[in-house]
């Protein structure tokens, strides 16, 4: 297995360099800009070595090393100064760093230091993948909740990561497609091979073909280099198609066959290669409209389509809304370097009762925003009041409307639960199964 590697840079000349060296040892190597970037990439993946700069604008190499700590205590963080006092050096080491360099530093030093950490965590390595393997992945990973819908989600996650089989994952913006992703991937015995994702809707179709399937070095004007492609670099481990319904018909032709086949043709090339690679995919589309529509092929979607995972919105599922402000609020604590331990109680009545549009992309924006406003221990009120909807807009005052609605919401919240299953939801809810059709019927 490959050792994989951040490298933490705010000069791009100093990233590439770096990046090029070690790509050239066989390690896998991943860049950030700043800090702030290398905190997000550490949320969402697994490194063996961080290896940063000490002096960057915004986050420093210093705070850097102690979050990352936070988020993945078992990464090794690997410190670059250029003003080697013993001080900064003793500093790092002192807040966990387990190594340091002192520029300018040759390539060879800074491989025989990768090597010796690897070498020296070998053991504990080991032991990581072993606890790896025992245990569900960390919490980075794993979907907050605990309202039945969740846990579902969660139960049906375990059980399709053990397969080879495609998912799709729908659901609306911000209610943890990818995260629903990484999960399967880091349940999967793929967990140590790359998650790569690509965002369909994001790129032009000329240049989505190249990034997916690679391509031949002059196989079009701006291809200077080959490119192995996405499929390759993702080789035994797993490919998060994001936005699937963008991509284009002459693609989906492409990919089903790749699938189908499970070999790769290189735009321009003559060879195909083999490939090992699954596919989960999402939509915040109905994809079975689209291929009712004409818009998406048919013969695909049964292929991305073996194993559907919807994630339910937010609002119907409002009972994890305090564990899920609790898990974002460490979280958040940890890259903005706040202390808050919670929020206050009628912040937390209010943040339940919100309709979240956005769901838990938006809730943890209104939380960061707070964060980044607010001081002492709790997050109040005052500072979230700004990104919530007006309590008469969301509590009505007249008696009768508020009960109409609260008996709406939880009918909602009860169905969803019961992935809809309306005898379970009537006798949980203890009224009859005529009455939950004509309570519904009504609303
Ligand atoms: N159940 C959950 N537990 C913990 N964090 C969550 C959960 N659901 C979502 N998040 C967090 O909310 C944010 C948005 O999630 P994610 O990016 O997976 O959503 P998405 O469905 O892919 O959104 P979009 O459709 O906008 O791409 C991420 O920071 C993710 O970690
Ligand atoms: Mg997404």
Same mark, same amino acid.
């Given at each position: 297995?490959?050792?994989?590697?951040?490298?933490?840079?705010?000069?791009?000349?100093?990233?590439?360099?770096?990046?090029?060296?070690?790509?050239?040892?066989?390690?896998?190597?991943?860049?950030?800009?700043?800090?702030?970037?290398?905190?997000?990439?550490?949320?969402?993946?697994?490194?063996?070595?961080?290896?940063?700069?000490?002096?960057?604008?915004?986050?420093?190499?210093?705070?850097?090393?102690?979050?990352?700590?936070?988020?993945?205590?078992?990464?090794?963080?690997?410190?670059?100064?250029?003003?080697?006092?013993?001080?900064?050096?003793?500093?790092?080491?002192?807040?966990?760093?387990?190594?340091?360099?002192?520029?300018?530093?040759?390539?060879?030093?800074?491989?025989?230091?990768?090597?010796?950490?690897?070498?020296?965590?070998?053991?504990?390595?080991?032991?990581?993948?072993?606890?790896?393997?025992?245990?569900?992945?960390?919490?980075?990973?794993?979907?907050?909740?605990?309202?039945?819908?969740?846990?579902?989600?969660?139960?049906?996650?375990?059980?399709?990561?053990?397969?080879?089989?495609?998912?799709?994952?729908?659901?609306?913006?911000?209610?943890?497609?990818?995260?629903?992703?990484?999960?399967?991937?880091?349940?999967?015995?793929?967990?140590?091979?790359?998650?790569?994702?690509?965002?369909?809707?994001?790129?032009?179709?000329?240049?989505?073909?190249?990034?997916?399937?690679?391509?031949?070095?002059?196989?079009?004007?701006?291809?200077?280099?080959?490119?192995?492609?996405?499929?390759?670099? &993702?080789?035994? %481990? $797993?490919? #998060? =198609?994001?936005?699937?319904? *963008?991509?284009?018909?002459? !693609?989906?032709?492409?990919?089903?066959?790749?699938?189908?086949?499970?070999?790769?043709?290189?735009?321009?090339?003559?060879?195909?290669?083999?490939?090992?690679?699954?596919?989960?995919?999402?939509?915040?589309?109905?994809?079975?409209?689209?291929?009712?529509?004409?818009?998406?092929?048919?013969?695909?979607?049964?292929?991305?389509?073996?194993?559907?995972?919807?994630?339910?919105?937010?609002?119907?599922?409002?009972?994890?809304?305090?564990?899920?402000?609790?898990?974002?609020?460490?979280?958040?604590? &940890?890259?903005? %370097? $706040?202390? #808050? =331990?919670?929020?206050?109680? *009628?912040?937390?009545?209010? !943040?339940?009762?919100?309709?979240?549009?956005?769901?838990?992309?938006?809730?943890?924006?209104?939380?960061?925003?707070?964060?980044?406003?607010?001081?002492?221990?709790?997050?109040?009120?005052?500072?979230?009041?700004?990104?919530?909807?007006?309590?008469?807009?969301?509590?009505?005052?007249?008696?009768?409307?508020?009960?109409?609605?609260?008996?709406?919401?939880?009918?909602?919240?009860?169905?969803?639960?019961?992935?809809?299953?309306?005898?379970?939801?009537?006798?949980?809810?203890?009224?009859?199964? &005529?009455?939950?059709?004509?309570?519904?019927?009504?609303?």
């Amino acid at each position: 297995m490959t050792a994989s590697i951040l490298v933490v840079d705010d000069q791009p000349s100093m990233q590439d360099a770096l990046n090029t060296s070690l790509q050239s040892e066989g390690y896998r190597v991943a860049t950030a800009c700043s800090g702030e970037e290398a905190l997000t990439r550490i949320e969402a993946q697994e490194f063996d070595i961080v290896l940063t700069d000490l002096v960057m604008p915004g986050l420093n190499g210093l705070d850097l090393l102690e979050r990352s700590r936070v988020l993945d205590p078992g990464v090794a963080v690997i410190v670059m100064t250029g003003y080697a006092t013993l001080e900064t050096a003793v500093a790092a080491l002192r807040r966990g760093a387990c190594d340091y360099l002192e520029k300018p530093f040759s390539l060879d030093e800074l491989t025989r230091c990768v090597r010796r950490l690897l070498q020296y965590h070998e053991v504990l390595g080991k032991e990581r993948l072993l606890r790896r393997a025992l245990h569900p992945p960390r919490v980075a990973h794993t979907l907050v909740g605990e309202s039945i819908a969740i846990q579902a989600v969660r139960e049906k996650i375990a059980r399709c990561a053990r397969t080879p089989s495609g998912v799709l994952i729908s659901g609306e913006s911000g209610v943890g497609k990818e995260l629903a992703a990484r999960a399967i991937h880091a349940a999967s015995w793929r967990a140590d091979r790359e998650f790569i994702a690509l965002n369909c809707g994001a790129i032009p179709e000329t240049l989505l073909e190249s990034q997916l399937f690679g391509h031949v070095r002059g196989a079009f004007t701006t291809a200077v280099q080959t490119n192995p492609g996405l499929f390759v670099a &993702a080789s035994r %481990g $797993t490919l #998060f =198609l994001d936005e699937i319904g *963008e991509l284009p018909l002459p !693609l989906q032709v492409k990919l089903l066959r790749v699938i189908e086949e499970k070999h790769v043709w290189p735009v321009g090339g003559t060879k195909p290669s083999p490939v090992d690679v699954r596919i989960v995919a999402s939509t915040n589309r109905d994809l079975a409209a689209e291929v009712a529509g004409g818009r998406f092929r048919e013969d695909l979607f049964y292929r991305l389509n073996v194993v559907h995972l919807t994630l339910p919105p937010l609002r119907e599922r409002r009972s994890d809304i305090p564990l899920l402000v609790d898990h974002l609020v460490e979280r958040l604590n &940890a890259r903005l %370097g $706040t202390r #808050f =331990l919670g929020v206050e109680r *009628e912040a937390l009545g209010a !943040l339940t009762s919100q309709p979240w549009k956005g769901n838990v992309r938006e809730l943890q924006n209104v939380l960061e925003r707070a964060m980044v406003l607010g001081g002492g221990d709790l997050i109040s009120l005052r500072h979230l009041a700004a990104d919530l909807l007006p309590p008469d807009q969301t509590r009505p005052h007249d008696l009768r409307e508020a009960v109409r609605r609260f008996e709406r919401q939880h009918l909602m919240d009860v169905l969803a639960e019961t992935c809809s299953d309306k005898r379970k939801a009537a006798r949980l809810l203890g009224i009859s199964l &005529a009455s939950l059709y004509r309570k519904l019927g009504v609303e």
